[in-house]
């Protein structure tokens, strides 16, 4: 109707829903302790206050507009969450209310939601959408253009698990004021472009699992983002499979604490700029290129790693690295490096000779199945905290000797299988190991001879495990 010559809505939005079976009962909107719709029109057919499930005579899709009051709410969260028969929805202009500031689960769980429009969705007010869209997997395009954010602070997992989104319309979008980014794309794992060029993200802190999971993206250009406040970027790319390389030369990262899993499982990454990274505030950075299995060689000489405490599987089945040169490395805070080279089946050489070990308490499987190393200098390391070395050298098949007599390991520490599958090792000096107790020392599949240095503590375990060797006690 019109009134002073303005068009005036009685509805708030018109949406479809569709019913598998006659008398079908499906959810309208969300908490119906919260909202409540004022009256619903289906066809001529004009309903006052409807419930908010509501059963439809027949199935098939119903289109139908509905009013509700907004006026006493104070937020829209959780609006039409798990509404899983929504089909589409366009809104009127009418649904606004200028003191409604959170929209976060809005559309969370909508699963058959496939059309949205926003084109009259006034929305400049609101300053959280996190999980808006999570879970609307079939939710293919999304237009967020006419869709008006400039105040939004928080984006957390606004498209996760998006699973049949191809493509999301940014032109014109205003991020001036974003904070949060965490895991925003995440599971989107049919998304194949991303246009970014518009986003302004000086004031986000947080990158967590920003793309994980978007497993078809085969480049991303990340140019223009501005990450100097950024403080976490644990996953940032995990499972993103397709990507070949990355250029993050651009990249502030000196406000980083976190790198964990930041490119783990990147499958097909040959290459990585990583030139200008500032690291000296990351403190947690396990498993940060583990799966890269195709990466060949990484440069990371500019890395200050002086308050890093995991590096736990950091390279773990990096199947395609052969030389690793860690020199530069300062570990005198790590306190994990289990699993650090696990896996890394063609590397020949690591260079980790300024490694301080002096808080490790943990390098169980650290060169696991590291089948191609022939040697490996670990004169620097300090191994008085170590509690765990299980499986250190398993399936080391290349290693032929191996000196570790600055190792002091005693009876509280488990070094099951330790040297087990080493099938070409005949020399060792582990004349620091002062154990009594050999339940947890084994090498098996080691050569018929050898010759080994060991402690007088450790000699009747060794005399009884390697009966054909020359065992030397020091």
């Not at 829903?17 to 066809?43: F, V």
């Not at 899709?61 to 969450?81: L, Y």
């Not at 559309?107 to 926003?118: A, K, P, Q």
């Amino acid at each position: 109707m019109l009134a002073n010559g303005k068009c005036i809505f009685d509805y708030s939005f018109r949406a479809t829903y569709y019913t598998n079976k006659d008398n079908q009962e499906i959810k309208l909107i969300g908490n119906p302790d919260i909202y409540k719709i004022i009256k619903m029109k289906i066809g001529e057919e004009r309903l006052m206050n409807p419930p908010s499930k509501y059963a439809f005579s027949s199935a098939g899709n119903h289109t139908v507009e509905i009013q509700i009051d907004i006026s006493q709410i104070t937020s829209f969260e959780n609006f039409f969450n798990s509404a899983i028969n929504l089909i589409s929805i366009s809104f009127y202009p009418s649904f606004y209310n200028e003191n409604i500031k959170n929209m976060s689960g809005f559309f969370e769980g909508c699963t058959s939601l496939v059309s949205i429009d926003m084109s009259n969705f006034q929305s400049q007010n609101i300053i959280n959408i996190d999980n808006m869209f999570n879970n609307c997997k079939k939710l293919t395009f999304f237009n967020m253009s006419t869709f008006n954010i400039g105040n939004v602070k928080s984006m957390k997992n606004l498209f996760q698990k998006c699973s049949s989104l191809i493509s999301i319309d940014f032109s014109n979008i205003n991020t001036n004021n974003l904070v949060d980014m965490k895991g925003m794309f995440g599971g989107c794992i049919s998304l194949i472009s991303i246009n970014l060029s518009n986003f302004n993200t000086e004031k986000v802190t947080n990158m967590y699992s920003l793309f994980a999971d978007c497993q078809p993206l085969s480049s991303i250009d990340l140019s223009n983002f501005d990450t100097k406040s950024v403080k976490d970027m644990a996953g940032m790319f995990y499972k993103c499979y397709k990507i070949t390389s990355l250029n993050l030369s651009n990249f502030n990262t000196k406000n980083v604490e976190s790198m964990s899993g930041m490119f783990s499982e990147c499958e097909s990454l040959i290459s990585i700029g990583l030139s200008n990274f500032n690291i000296i505030n990351v403190s947690d950075m396990p498993y940060m290129f583990s799966e890269c299995i195709s990466l060949e060689t990484i440069n990371l000489s500019n890395f200050n790693t002086k308050n890093v405490l995991d590096m736990s599987g950091m390279f773990e089945n990096c199947e395609s690295l052969k030389i690793l040169d860690l020199s530069s490395f300062n570990t005198e805070n790590v306190i994990d490096l289990s699993n650090m080279f696990f896996g890394c089946k063609n590397l020949i050489t690591v260079n980790f000779s300024n490694f301080n070990t002096q808080n490790v308490e943990n390098m169980g499987h650290m060169f696991y199945g590291c089948e191609s190393l022939k040697s490996i200098n670990l004169s620097s390391f300090i191994t008085k905290k170590v509690r765990y070395m299980r499986l250190m050298f398993y399936s080391c098949y290349s290693l032929t000797s191996l000196n570790i007599s600055n190792f002091y390991i005693n009876n509280s520490v488990d070094i099951l299988a330790m040297f087990d599958n080493c099938n070409k090792l005949t020399f060792i000096d582990i004349s620091s190991f002062h154990i009594n107790i050999c339940d947890d020392f084994s090498f098996s599949a080691h050569p018929d001879k050898g010759e080994i240095f060991v402690s007088d503590d450790f000699f009747n375990c060794i005399n009884e495990s390697l009966p054909n060797w020359k065992i030397t006690k020091r």
